[in-house]
């Protein structure tokens, strides 16, 4: 019995010592030299807002998915990863006045696991 729930317990382990790890997101209002310009966490109607994702250790070519979320509604971008030990890559919402309030862009993986999410706010 020892020997089956040890073996469980490893492949626990390396099931995750693959997942992907996200570093950080960071908003803003554009990219420069693959980083933020103008980072904020408030914008304004008529902004295009980027969202930067770094991600890290990446063993596998896959994807994310940024999920841009305004209430009911939401908005899928899907970006390609490379294999990396630092990857960034970006998206952009074009806000208009019908897109006011609380967003919040979600990093999803390409099994549908919520990796990480970013809340701001529109005024």
Same mark, same amino acid.
């Given at each position: 019995?020892?020997? &089956?729930?040890?073996?469980? *317990? +490893?492949?626990?382990?390396?099931?995750?010592?693959?997942?992907? !790890?996200?570093? @950080?997101?960071?908003?803003?209002?554009?990219?420069?030299?693959?980083?933020?310009?103008?980072?904020?966490?408030?914008?304004?109607?008529?902004?295009?807002?980027?969202?930067?994702?770094?991600?890290?250790?990446?063993?596998?070519?896959?994807? &994310?998915?940024?999920?841009? *979320? +305004?209430?009911?509604?939401?908005?899928?971008?899907?970006?390609? !990863?490379?294999? @990396?030990?630092?990857?960034?890559?970006?998206?952009?919402?074009?806000?208009?006045?019908?897109?006011?309030?609380?967003?919040?862009?979600?990093?999803?993986?390409?099994?549908?696991?919520?990796?990480?999410?970013?809340?701001?706010?529109?005024?």
């Amino acid at each position: 019995m020892r020997v &089956i729930v040890s073996l469980l *317990v +490893l492949l626990m382990f390396s099931l995750n010592s693959f997942a992907l !790890v996200v570093d @950080s997101i960071v908003c803003g209002l554009g990219i420069k030299n693959r980083a933020i310009v103008s980072k904020s966490d408030e914008f304004k109607e008529g902004d295009r807002i980027y969202c930067l994702t770094t991600l890290k250790d990446i063993r596998d070519k896959t994807y &994310i998915i940024h999920r841009w *979320v +305004l209430d009911d509604r939401h908005f899928d971008v899907r970006l390609s !990863v490379r294999p @990396s030990f630092r990857f960034r890559t970006w998206s952009y919402k074009t806000i208009y006045p019908s897109m006011r309030g609380v967003w919040k862009l979600e990093v999803i993986d390409n099994n549908g696991k919520l990796l990480k999410e970013k809340v701001f706010i529109v005024r």
